[in-house]
Protein backbone atom coordinates (compact mmCIF):
# COMPACT_ATOMS: atom_id res chain seq x y z
CA UNK A 1 0.00 0.00 0.00
CA UNK A 2 1.05 3.33 -0.54
CA UNK A 3 2.19 5.50 2.25
CA UNK A 4 1.17 9.01 2.46
CA UNK A 5 3.43 12.07 4.51
CA UNK A 6 3.08 11.36 8.02
CA UNK A 7 4.01 14.84 8.26
CA UNK A 8 0.70 16.70 6.95
CA UNK A 9 -0.93 14.37 9.85
CA UNK A 10 0.54 16.76 11.90
CA UNK A 11 -1.01 19.99 10.87
CA UNK A 12 -3.48 21.48 12.72
CA UNK A 13 -7.29 20.74 11.91
CA UNK A 14 -7.50 23.29 9.30
CA UNK A 15 -5.69 25.51 7.44
CA UNK A 16 -6.93 29.25 9.09
CA UNK A 17 -8.54 30.26 5.89
CA UNK A 18 -10.46 27.20 5.07
CA UNK A 19 -11.97 27.43 8.30
CA UNK A 20 -13.07 30.81 8.58
CA UNK A 21 -15.31 29.78 4.75
CA UNK A 22 -16.72 26.96 6.56
CA UNK A 23 -17.87 28.80 9.58
CA UNK A 24 -19.53 31.71 7.03
CA UNK A 25 -20.55 29.11 4.90
CA UNK A 26 -22.53 27.54 7.43
CA UNK A 27 -23.99 30.75 8.95
CA UNK A 28 -24.63 31.89 5.37
CA UNK A 29 -26.95 29.08 4.71
CA UNK A 30 -29.05 29.33 8.64
CA UNK A 31 -29.20 33.13 7.55
CA UNK A 32 -30.13 33.68 4.10
CA UNK A 33 -30.88 37.13 4.44
CA UNK A 34 -27.98 38.36 6.08
CA UNK A 35 -25.84 41.07 4.21
CA UNK A 36 -21.93 39.43 5.59
CA UNK A 37 -19.64 42.12 4.78
CA UNK A 38 -16.22 40.01 4.76
CA UNK A 39 -13.01 41.66 5.75
CA UNK A 40 -11.12 38.63 6.41
CA UNK A 41 -9.03 36.83 3.95
CA UNK A 42 -6.37 39.61 2.34
CA UNK A 43 -8.22 39.69 -0.91
CA UNK A 44 -8.17 43.05 -3.11
CA UNK A 45 -11.82 44.20 -4.21
CA UNK A 46 -11.14 47.35 -6.60
CA UNK A 47 -10.55 46.89 -10.57
CA UNK A 48 -6.69 46.68 -11.91
CA UNK A 49 -5.05 49.82 -13.13
CA UNK A 50 -5.89 50.47 -16.12
CA UNK A 51 -2.30 50.77 -17.62
CA UNK A 52 -2.08 46.85 -16.72
CA UNK A 53 -5.47 45.72 -18.72
CA UNK A 54 -4.52 48.02 -21.48
CA UNK A 55 -1.29 46.28 -21.12
CA UNK A 56 -2.78 42.73 -21.53
CA UNK A 57 -5.34 43.24 -23.93
CA UNK A 58 -2.25 44.26 -25.83
CA UNK A 59 -0.54 41.15 -25.28
CA UNK A 60 -3.73 38.93 -25.64
CA UNK A 61 -3.63 40.44 -29.45
CA UNK A 62 -0.47 39.29 -29.89
CA UNK A 63 -0.68 36.16 -28.73
CA UNK A 64 -3.49 36.00 -31.73
CA UNK A 65 -0.89 36.86 -34.61
CA UNK A 66 1.66 34.12 -35.87
CA UNK A 67 4.04 36.99 -36.15
CA UNK A 68 4.06 38.61 -32.40
CA UNK A 69 2.77 35.09 -30.85
CA UNK A 70 5.05 33.63 -28.05
CA UNK A 71 4.59 30.51 -26.19
CA UNK A 72 7.34 29.32 -23.13
CA UNK A 73 8.85 32.20 -22.12
CA UNK A 74 12.11 31.51 -19.71
CA UNK A 75 11.33 30.36 -16.34
CA UNK A 76 12.89 33.10 -14.40
CA UNK A 77 10.70 35.98 -15.92
CA UNK A 78 10.76 37.83 -19.20
CA UNK A 79 13.97 40.31 -19.48
CA UNK A 80 11.01 43.41 -19.80
CA UNK A 81 9.66 42.71 -16.37
CA UNK A 82 12.77 41.49 -15.00
CA UNK A 83 14.90 44.60 -15.52
CA UNK A 84 12.10 47.05 -14.68
CA UNK A 85 11.57 45.44 -11.13
CA UNK A 86 15.13 45.66 -10.81
CA UNK A 87 15.78 49.26 -11.75
CA UNK A 88 12.48 50.56 -9.79
CA UNK A 89 11.79 48.27 -6.71
CA UNK A 90 15.32 48.03 -5.61
CA UNK A 91 18.20 50.45 -7.89
CA UNK A 92 15.65 53.52 -7.70
CA UNK A 93 15.87 53.15 -3.28
CA UNK A 94 19.94 52.24 -3.61
CA UNK A 95 19.83 48.57 -3.02
CA UNK A 96 22.10 46.51 -5.00
CA UNK A 97 19.79 43.94 -6.86
CA UNK A 98 20.60 42.78 -10.42
CA UNK A 99 17.77 41.99 -12.86
CA UNK A 100 19.14 38.05 -13.17
CA UNK A 101 19.10 37.44 -9.52
CA UNK A 102 15.18 38.02 -9.47
CA UNK A 103 12.49 35.18 -10.27
CA UNK A 104 8.97 35.62 -11.32
CA UNK A 105 6.56 33.71 -10.02
CA UNK A 106 2.71 33.32 -9.87
CA UNK A 107 2.84 34.02 -5.35
CA UNK A 108 4.75 34.82 -2.77
CA UNK A 109 2.22 32.09 -0.73
CA UNK A 110 4.21 29.64 -3.68
CA UNK A 111 7.91 30.99 -2.70
CA UNK A 112 7.98 31.43 0.43
CA UNK A 113 6.81 27.72 0.54
CA UNK A 114 8.85 26.26 -1.98
CA UNK A 115 11.79 27.67 -1.15
CA UNK A 116 12.29 25.40 1.47
CA UNK A 117 12.80 22.90 -1.68
CA UNK A 118 16.58 23.63 -1.47
CA UNK A 119 17.21 24.00 2.57
CA UNK A 120 18.05 20.52 4.69
CA UNK A 121 15.54 18.83 6.54
CA UNK A 122 17.72 19.65 9.76
CA UNK A 123 17.63 23.18 9.78
CA UNK A 124 16.30 24.82 13.16
CA UNK A 125 13.55 27.42 12.06
CA UNK A 126 12.63 30.85 13.54
CA UNK A 127 9.25 32.73 13.39
CA UNK A 128 7.50 35.26 14.86
CA UNK A 129 4.27 34.89 16.84
CA UNK A 130 1.69 36.04 15.62
CA UNK A 131 2.85 34.69 11.96
CA UNK A 132 1.31 34.22 8.71
CA UNK A 133 0.17 30.30 8.68
CA UNK A 134 2.01 29.52 5.87
CA UNK A 135 5.31 29.56 6.99
CA UNK A 136 4.52 27.45 10.12
CA UNK A 137 2.59 24.82 8.03
CA UNK A 138 5.19 24.51 4.78
CA UNK A 139 7.68 23.71 7.56
CA UNK A 140 5.86 21.00 9.16
CA UNK A 141 4.89 19.28 6.13
CA UNK A 142 8.51 19.09 4.94
CA UNK A 143 9.35 17.83 8.24
CA UNK A 144 11.17 20.12 9.88
CA UNK A 145 8.99 19.63 13.37
CA UNK A 146 7.09 17.68 15.96
CA UNK A 147 3.97 18.04 17.32
CA UNK A 148 1.85 20.80 18.41
CA UNK A 149 1.10 21.79 22.06
CA UNK A 150 -2.38 22.74 23.29
CA UNK A 151 -1.61 26.12 22.30
CA UNK A 152 -0.98 25.54 18.89
CA UNK A 153 3.04 25.69 18.63
CA UNK A 154 5.43 22.88 17.27
CA UNK A 155 7.92 21.22 18.54
CA UNK A 156 11.52 22.17 16.82
CA UNK A 157 10.03 25.88 15.61
CA UNK A 158 12.18 28.73 17.16
CA UNK A 159 8.96 31.33 18.36
CA UNK A 160 10.08 35.28 18.57
CA UNK A 161 6.61 36.84 20.21
CA UNK A 162 5.26 40.10 18.80
CA UNK A 163 2.85 41.51 20.68
CA UNK A 164 2.17 44.87 22.31
CA UNK A 165 4.76 44.27 25.35
CA UNK A 166 7.33 44.30 22.97
CA UNK A 167 6.21 47.16 21.09
CA UNK A 168 5.62 44.65 18.25
CA UNK A 169 9.71 44.09 17.35
CA UNK A 170 11.08 40.56 18.06
CA UNK A 171 13.50 39.82 19.83
CA UNK A 172 16.75 37.99 18.56
CA UNK A 173 16.46 34.44 18.59
CA UNK A 174 18.26 33.04 21.91
CA UNK A 175 19.64 30.08 20.80
CA UNK A 176 21.38 29.37 17.53
CA UNK A 177 19.08 29.17 14.00
CA UNK A 178 19.49 28.22 10.54
CA UNK A 179 16.05 30.06 8.98
CA UNK A 180 14.16 33.23 10.00
CA UNK A 181 10.95 34.64 8.28
CA UNK A 182 10.31 38.12 8.39
CA UNK A 183 7.41 40.07 7.02
CA UNK A 184 7.18 43.70 7.26
CA UNK A 185 5.24 45.51 6.52
CA UNK A 186 3.86 42.73 9.24
CA UNK A 187 0.86 40.29 8.52
CA UNK A 188 -1.04 40.18 10.40
CA UNK A 189 -0.15 43.12 12.81
CA UNK A 190 0.43 45.93 10.52
CA UNK A 191 3.14 46.93 12.14
CA UNK A 192 6.57 47.80 10.36
CA UNK A 193 10.32 47.24 11.17
CA UNK A 194 13.12 49.70 11.53
CA UNK A 195 16.40 50.06 10.20
CA UNK A 196 17.78 49.61 13.39
CA UNK A 197 15.66 46.37 14.19
CA UNK A 198 16.42 44.88 10.38
CA UNK A 199 20.28 45.65 11.05
CA UNK A 200 19.75 43.52 14.18
CA UNK A 201 18.80 40.45 12.19
CA UNK A 202 21.16 40.54 9.49
CA UNK A 203 24.31 41.22 12.12
CA UNK A 204 22.47 38.13 13.75
CA UNK A 205 22.49 36.17 10.54
CA UNK A 206 25.85 36.88 9.65
CA UNK A 207 27.43 35.69 12.93
CA UNK A 208 25.48 32.78 12.92
CA UNK A 209 25.86 31.64 9.41
CA UNK A 210 21.49 31.76 9.41
CA UNK A 211 19.26 33.13 6.31
CA UNK A 212 16.62 36.03 6.76
CA UNK A 213 13.66 35.03 4.71
CA UNK A 214 12.05 38.68 4.27
CA UNK A 215 8.27 38.79 2.97
CA UNK A 216 8.09 42.59 1.41
CA UNK A 217 4.32 41.61 -0.13
CA UNK A 218 2.98 44.90 1.51
CA UNK A 219 5.88 47.08 1.29
CA UNK A 220 4.35 49.36 -0.90
CA UNK A 221 1.75 50.37 1.87
CA UNK A 222 4.69 51.89 3.30
CA UNK A 223 4.14 56.12 3.96
CA UNK A 224 7.28 56.27 6.42
CA UNK A 225 10.07 57.62 4.74
CA UNK A 226 12.20 56.59 7.40
CA UNK A 227 11.25 52.32 7.08
CA UNK A 228 13.41 49.95 4.80
CA UNK A 229 10.93 48.51 1.98
CA UNK A 230 13.65 46.34 0.76
CA UNK A 231 16.15 44.23 3.38
CA UNK A 232 18.55 45.17 1.01
CA UNK A 233 18.42 48.48 2.12
CA UNK A 234 20.24 47.42 5.02
CA UNK A 235 24.16 46.65 4.72
CA UNK A 236 25.51 42.89 4.29
CA UNK A 237 22.05 41.95 3.92
CA UNK A 238 22.88 40.47 0.45
CA UNK A 239 25.09 37.96 2.34
CA UNK A 240 22.79 36.72 4.47
CA UNK A 241 18.94 37.58 2.66
CA UNK A 242 16.31 36.06 0.66
CA UNK A 243 13.40 38.55 -0.53
CA UNK A 244 9.56 37.65 -1.83
CA UNK A 245 7.71 40.16 -3.19
CA UNK A 246 4.24 40.56 -5.03
CA UNK A 247 1.71 42.45 -7.49
CA UNK A 248 -1.20 41.22 -5.52
CA UNK A 249 -1.71 43.87 -2.88
CA UNK A 250 0.09 46.51 -4.39
CA UNK A 251 -1.72 46.18 -8.08
CA UNK A 252 -4.07 43.80 -7.32
CA UNK A 253 -2.87 41.00 -9.79
CA UNK A 254 -4.69 38.41 -6.62
CA UNK A 255 -6.55 37.19 -9.54
CA UNK A 256 -3.63 37.16 -12.30
CA UNK A 257 -0.96 35.76 -10.32
CA UNK A 258 2.71 37.56 -10.26
CA UNK A 259 5.15 37.85 -7.84
CA UNK A 260 8.87 37.28 -7.76
CA UNK A 261 11.57 36.38 -5.38
CA UNK A 262 15.28 37.31 -4.99
CA UNK A 263 18.18 35.18 -4.86
CA UNK A 264 21.56 37.32 -4.11
CA UNK A 265 24.41 35.46 -6.82
CA UNK A 266 26.62 35.46 -3.45
CA UNK A 267 24.57 33.83 -0.90
CA UNK A 268 25.70 30.44 0.11
CA UNK A 269 25.15 27.75 2.30
CA UNK A 270 26.38 24.88 3.34
CA UNK A 271 26.27 21.41 2.45
CA UNK A 272 26.53 17.85 4.25
CA UNK A 273 30.35 17.74 3.49
CA UNK A 274 30.94 21.49 4.72
CA UNK A 275 31.46 22.93 1.56
CA UNK A 276 29.90 26.40 0.47
CA UNK A 277 27.04 26.15 -1.74
CA UNK A 278 25.52 29.10 -4.18
CA UNK A 279 21.65 29.37 -3.37
CA UNK A 280 21.31 31.57 -6.57
CA UNK A 281 21.74 27.93 -8.59
CA UNK A 282 19.86 25.77 -6.70
CA UNK A 283 16.71 27.97 -6.56
CA UNK A 284 17.24 28.42 -10.09
CA UNK A 285 17.51 24.55 -10.85
CA UNK A 286 14.50 23.76 -8.50
CA UNK A 287 12.79 27.25 -10.59
CA UNK A 288 13.34 25.72 -13.35
CA UNK A 289 12.43 22.21 -12.84
CA UNK A 290 9.27 22.67 -11.23
CA UNK A 291 7.79 25.76 -13.03
CA UNK A 292 7.24 27.12 -16.03
CA UNK A 293 6.81 30.53 -15.90
CA UNK A 294 3.99 32.91 -15.66
CA UNK A 295 2.27 33.71 -19.28
CA UNK A 296 3.78 36.34 -21.16
CA UNK A 297 0.19 38.60 -20.51
CA UNK A 298 0.59 38.74 -16.91
CA UNK A 299 4.05 40.12 -17.50
CA UNK A 300 3.17 42.37 -19.71
CA UNK A 301 0.73 43.82 -17.20
CA UNK A 302 3.10 43.83 -14.18
CA UNK A 303 5.14 45.20 -16.71
CA UNK A 304 2.63 48.22 -16.62
CA UNK A 305 2.89 48.50 -12.92
CA UNK A 306 5.90 50.48 -13.38
CA UNK A 307 4.97 52.86 -16.73
CA UNK A 308 4.32 56.31 -16.31
CA UNK A 309 0.83 55.89 -16.52
CA UNK A 310 0.76 52.55 -14.62
CA UNK A 311 2.96 53.89 -11.40
CA UNK A 312 0.23 56.68 -10.28
CA UNK A 313 -2.89 54.63 -11.14
CA UNK A 314 -1.20 51.86 -8.61
CA UNK A 315 -0.35 55.33 -5.83
CA UNK A 316 -4.03 55.73 -6.14
CA UNK A 317 -5.41 51.92 -5.38
CA UNK A 318 -2.76 51.66 -2.87
CA UNK A 319 -3.76 55.09 -1.16
CA UNK A 320 -7.24 54.09 -0.99
CA UNK A 321 -6.69 50.81 1.05
CA UNK A 322 -4.48 52.92 3.41
CA UNK A 323 -7.77 55.55 3.69
CA UNK A 324 -10.06 52.16 4.59
CA UNK A 325 -7.64 51.02 7.04
CA UNK A 326 -7.47 54.84 8.31
CA UNK A 327 -11.36 55.09 8.36
CA UNK A 328 -11.20 51.39 10.52
CA UNK A 329 -8.54 52.55 13.26
CA UNK A 330 -10.45 55.55 13.66
CA UNK A 331 -13.95 53.69 14.53
CA UNK A 332 -12.45 51.05 16.26
CA UNK A 333 -10.80 53.86 18.67
CA UNK A 334 -14.05 55.58 18.93
CA UNK A 335 -15.98 52.52 19.59
CA UNK A 336 -13.45 51.97 22.33
CA UNK A 337 -11.16 49.43 20.94
CA UNK A 338 -6.81 49.16 21.55
CA UNK A 339 -6.03 49.22 18.01
CA UNK A 340 -2.33 48.49 16.06
CA UNK A 341 -1.58 48.92 12.67
CA UNK A 342 -3.36 50.26 9.81
CA UNK A 343 -0.94 52.83 8.70
CA UNK A 344 1.89 51.75 7.24
CA UNK A 345 -0.01 48.48 6.10
CA UNK A 346 -3.45 47.19 4.65
CA UNK A 347 -4.67 45.29 8.51
CA UNK A 348 -5.49 46.67 11.32
CA UNK A 349 -4.93 44.51 14.44
CA UNK A 350 -6.92 45.19 17.56
CA UNK A 351 -7.37 43.82 21.22
CA UNK A 352 -10.11 41.73 21.68
CA UNK A 353 -13.11 43.45 23.83
CA UNK A 354 -14.17 42.24 27.18
CA UNK A 355 -11.95 39.04 27.35
CA UNK A 356 -13.16 37.17 24.60
CA UNK A 357 -11.06 34.68 23.09
CA UNK A 358 -10.16 35.22 19.27
CA UNK A 359 -12.57 32.70 17.75
CA UNK A 360 -15.20 33.70 20.56
CA UNK A 361 -15.06 37.51 18.92
CA UNK A 362 -15.59 35.66 15.51
CA UNK A 363 -18.73 34.28 16.62
CA UNK A 364 -19.84 37.07 18.25
CA UNK A 365 -18.64 39.33 15.20
CA UNK A 366 -20.36 37.13 12.51
CA UNK A 367 -23.79 36.33 14.50
CA UNK A 368 -24.52 39.77 15.46
CA UNK A 369 -22.89 42.14 13.19
CA UNK A 370 -22.37 39.75 10.28
CA UNK A 371 -18.70 40.96 9.95
CA UNK A 372 -16.09 38.59 8.97
CA UNK A 373 -12.63 39.06 10.37
CA UNK A 374 -9.75 37.02 11.18
CA UNK A 375 -8.84 35.32 14.94
CA UNK A 376 -5.48 36.12 16.32
CA UNK A 377 -5.00 32.83 17.48
CA UNK A 378 -5.27 31.43 14.40
CA UNK A 379 -1.96 33.38 13.58
CA UNK A 380 0.08 31.63 16.71
CA UNK A 381 -0.25 31.35 20.07
CA UNK A 382 0.65 35.40 20.85
CA UNK A 383 -2.23 36.30 18.77
CA UNK A 384 -4.67 34.77 21.16
CA UNK A 385 -6.96 37.54 22.11
CA UNK A 386 -6.50 39.84 19.01
CA UNK A 387 -8.24 40.27 15.60
CA UNK A 388 -7.46 40.72 12.41
CA UNK A 389 -9.37 43.10 9.99
CA UNK A 390 -8.33 43.49 6.48
CA UNK A 391 -8.56 47.09 4.67
CA UNK A 392 -9.35 45.13 1.47
CA UNK A 393 -12.89 46.42 0.40
CA UNK A 394 -14.92 48.85 -1.04
CA UNK A 395 -15.42 52.38 0.62
CA UNK A 396 -19.13 51.59 1.18
CA UNK A 397 -18.31 48.57 3.07
CA UNK A 398 -15.38 49.34 5.11
CA UNK A 399 -18.02 52.60 6.80
CA UNK A 400 -20.94 50.01 7.03
CA UNK A 401 -18.49 47.73 8.79
CA UNK A 402 -17.43 50.51 11.42
CA UNK A 403 -21.28 51.52 12.11
CA UNK A 404 -21.64 48.23 12.96
CA UNK A 405 -19.30 47.04 15.11
CA UNK A 406 -19.44 50.80 16.69
CA UNK A 407 -23.22 50.03 17.02
CA UNK A 408 -22.24 46.39 18.41
CA UNK A 409 -19.73 47.81 21.39
CA UNK A 410 -22.40 50.76 21.75
Known sequence: MALVNDNYLKLKAGYLFPEIG?????FAEENPHAKIIRLGIGDVTEPLPPA????MHKAVDEMANRATFRGYGPEQGFDFLRNAIAQQDFVSRKADVSADEIF???GSKCDTGN???IFGAGNVVAVTDPVYP???DTNVMAGRTGVADDTG???RLVYLPVTAENNFTPSLPQEKVDLIYLCYPNNPTGTVATQETLKAFVNYAKANDAILFFDAAYEAYITDPAIPHSIYEIAGARDVAIEFRSFSKTAGFTGTRCAYTVVPKELTARAGDGSKVELHGLWNRRHSTKFNGVSYIIQRGAEAVYSDTGRPQVRALIDFYLENAAILCRGLRDAGLIVHGGVNAPYVWLKTPGGMTSWQFFDHLLSKSHLVG???SGFGAAGEGYFRLSAFNSRAHVEEAVCRIQQLLS
Not at 22 to 26: E, I, L, Q, T
Not at 52 to 55: G, K, N, V
Open 134 to 136: VYV
Open 374 to 376: TPG
Open 153 to 155: RYE
Open 52 to 55: CTDA
Open 115 to 117: ILD
Open 22 to 26: RRVAK
Open 104 to 106: VSD
